[in-house]
């Protein structure tokens, strides 16, 4: 089996390609054969180092959190899924290893795959789909006819959570690059600003306000302006100062998106129902792997849309 794994915290010059032996699934786990896998920023900073606190200092560690598949092994106490079930999930934060022939998972992050997804559209949904649901149900507070403005709407979590705020009857306005904008009207938002706009021109418009990102982060003051009185600002950027003003009182929340079996099915669900998909940018075999994500880090490659790895 191969996987592609590090020896050591850095850059993308660090990934290899590389034989390992898959352990067996544990308790409450399952293998998974990888059918398709989706690259995520998280894969670029967990291995760079900036979540060793987390992830710790123990190598080699693999990389890949997004994939879909099919069962080949289960562990005991495993109750919800049996060997041949068509699944997709994500790895755990410290185990990682979806970017491999097989990939072992818990349970119960793990669900069914919809019989009219193909994998790779599977393997695209887990973190930006999950992300985006508890961004704007959990922490938003979303309900139907509220205005939602999401900044970097055309990201994989910002186009997740354009969608399922539309599927909750909600109105959806949004950022993103300038040329982007006739791509951001066809999704249904509206209106659709640039990144260097100005906030006063959105006064006290919406009810939640989601910075999902992106290379220009949205200014709090920014955020606040937009707010309507009782509303709610909710970033997906876990920084520092963002966690420490989220620990203040006020509208201001900072989230860490965490692995809910049910937001997950969630996320499936929508997907069968049409109403939630990511674009595809790229597939390549796990063979070509390290280059592709070396130059979607650098970015070179997949600006709208994921990078797929499909193990042979």
Do not use: W
């Not at 191969?2 to 590389?18: A, F, T, W």
């Not at 985006?132 to 403005?149: D, H, K, M, S, Y």
């Not at 203040?248 to 900072?254: D, I, Q, V």
């Amino acid at each position: 089996m191969k996987r592609i794994q590090y020896h050591q915290y850095g850059g993308p010059e660090v990934m290899r390609l590389e034989d390992f032996d898959p352990a067996p699934p544990g308790a409450g786990e399952v293998l998974v054969r990888v059918r398709a896998a989706a690259a995520n920023p998280m894969d670029f900073v967990i291995r760079a180092g900036r979540m060793k606190f987390v992830t710790g200092r123990r190598f080699p560690r693999a990389m890949g959190y997004d994939f879909a598949g099919v069962v080949e092994a289960v562990g005991a106490r495993v109750t919800r899924l049996r060997v041949g079930d068509e699944v997709l999930g994500g790895a755990r934060m410290k185990s990682a290893g979806a970017f491999a022939d097989v990939v072992v998972a818990q349970e119960k992050d793990v669900v069914g795959k919809p019989a009219n997804l193909s994998f790779e559209d599977a393997a695209a949904l887990p973190t930006a789909g999950v992300t985006a649901l508890q961004a704007l149900i959990t922490e938003g507070r979303l309900r139907p006819g509220q205005a939602v403005f999401v900044h970097s709407c055309l990201g994989g979590v910002g186009r997740s959570a354009v969608q399922i705020a539309l599927a909750h009857q909600a109105t959806v306005a949004g950022s993103c690059r300038d040329t982007a904008r006739p791509e951001a009207h066809d999704l249904g938002i509206g209106p659709v600003v640039d990144f260097g706009f100005d906030p006063a021109s959105l006064a006290t418009r919406f009810d939640l306000v989601l910075d999902a990102g992106g290379p220009h982060s949205l200014p709090v003051k920014a955020a606040r302006t937009m707010l309507k009185p009782g509303g709610r600002i909710v970033s997906i950027a876990p920084t520092p100062a963002n966690l420490a003003r989220s620990a203040l009182p006020g509208p201001y929340r900072a989230m860490i998106a965490r692995p809910v079996t049910e937001d997950l099915a969630e996320v499936a669900r929508a997907a069968a129902e049409g109403t939630l998909r990511l674009p595809i940018a790229r597939t390549v075999p796990l063979s070509q792997a390290v280059p592709a994500l070396t130059e979607l880090e650098q970015g070179g490659a997949a600006k709208r849309g994921k990078l797929i790895i499909a193990p042979g």
